[in-house]
């Protein structure tokens, strides 16, 4: 799969721009603040349907337009495919494949796999379980579309359950016939999403292992370990013994949507005992280990993204990246950085194709 071309009409800070790819690497390159990362979200943006770095969708309009338009167009089993995903303010965004509207942006998931490495990814490390979560499910849901579904329906019928609490409070009322439909609904998808999740864990873990003993010359133990309130009991049970609780807070607090995934070095927390260099390796293992899942998962060669990694990471490390491309294994790669010089010694230190583009 190739992105041969893209057309940004006010995107983030472009007016209107256009850009032709090479089928191998593709070097995105200028001062910082000039947009490289802008046309590296454009193009994750085409893939997933929202931005990498600003879920916020009105806010990736260029200032002072009403609109913008990203149009994509790939080779993808020796067929053209065309992608424009447009959004006017005040309306919902449109995404087209071939000049036909998706009734549903989860349909297009997974159509044009991707994985992005960016400076970005260390929120996995430092913030909220929601992230690490959000982790698992896009990586799961590329390659799986019931999933998908059952992980939009649990969140629906999560929201209509904590309406309910909230109204119960509210009004000084209960019906615990009406919650336990709720309850149901939640145990069944619930547990569907726990078990994909343990068993995309058990089949993900060794992949990310052999990818930061690769990255870091086998030098440290890493691990990563799935915590999650369903291996103590089944999501019934557990609400049913929560309803004090839940009652109390408002809220579910028991469920999925409660996971965690730890990050562990030498089995300690990777946040409080990891350098900034086994923190970068351990999140670039985490991001090439989805790259071998998706490709194994779906036949096709995910795009990669290299968002500003020359900045954030050794020479050896980039090199090491730079040079997994040499291999047929990996597709087509975009790498966005402040210095043309460094990116071209770089890329050259590998028998592939390569296009400059200087903004």
């Known amino acids: ?63 002072g337009e009403e609109f913008f338009v990203i149009n994509g167009e790939y080779d993808k089993e020796e067929k053209t495919e065309k992608i424009v995903i447009s959004l006017k303010r005040g309306q919902k965004k449109v995404i087209k494949r071939n000049g036909k ?117 086998g030098n440290e133990e890493v691990d990563l370990v799935y915590k999650s309130h369903l291996f103590d009991d ?7 013994n929560a309803l004090g609780k839940d009652r109390t807070v408002q809220y579910t607090s028991v469920g999925i949507h409660k996971d965690d995934l730890n990050f562990n070095i030498e089995t300690h927390p990777i946040k409080k005992f990891g350098s900034q260099g086994q923190q970068k390796s351990f999140l670039i293992a985490l991001k090439l280990a989805q790259f071998d899942f998706i490709k194994a998962q779906s036949g096709v060669n995910p795009i990669l993204l290299l968002d500003d990694v020359f900045d954030k990471l050794d020479e050896q490390r980039v090199a090491q990246i730079i040079k997994l491309v040499d291999d047929e294994n990996f597709g087509q790669l975009f790498i966005s950085d402040t210095h043309a010089e460094r990116t071209e010694n770089a890329v050259k230190q590998v028998h592939q194709s390569y296009e400059i583009f200087k903004l």
């Open 101 to 217: 509207a998706y009734e549903k942006f989860s349909e297009h998931i997974g159509f044009l796999p991707l994985v992005i490495i960016s400076p970005a990814d260390r929120d996995l490390i430092i913030e909220g379980s929601d992230t690490r979560r959000k982790f698992i499910d896009s990586v799961i849901s590329q390659s799986n579309k019931t999933y998908l579904n059952q992980l939009i329906n649990y969140n629906k019928v999560l929201a209509q359950r904590n309406a309910l609490l909230k109204y119960f409070a509210l009004n000084h009322t209960f019906n615990k016939d009406t919650l336990e439909v709720y309850n149901s609904q939640l145990t069944e998808y619930g547990t569907h999403i726990f078990e994909k999740r343990r068993d995309f864990l058990e089949e993900f873990i060794p992949i990310f292992k052999e990818r930061y003993d690769a990255i870091s010359s």
């Open 234 to 240: 089944d999501l019934n049970t557990l609400l049913e």
């Open 1 to 63: 799969m190739i992105l041969k071309s893209i057309s940004l009409l006010n995107y983030k800070n472009f007016d209107s721009k256009s850009f032709t790819f090479n089928s191998k690497i593709n070097c995105i390159v200028g001062n910082n603040g000039i947009g490289k990362t802008n046309i590296l979200d454009a193009i994750y943006h085409l893939s997933f349907g929202k931005s990498y770095f600003n879920p916020v969708a009105s806010q990736n309009i260029k200032h």
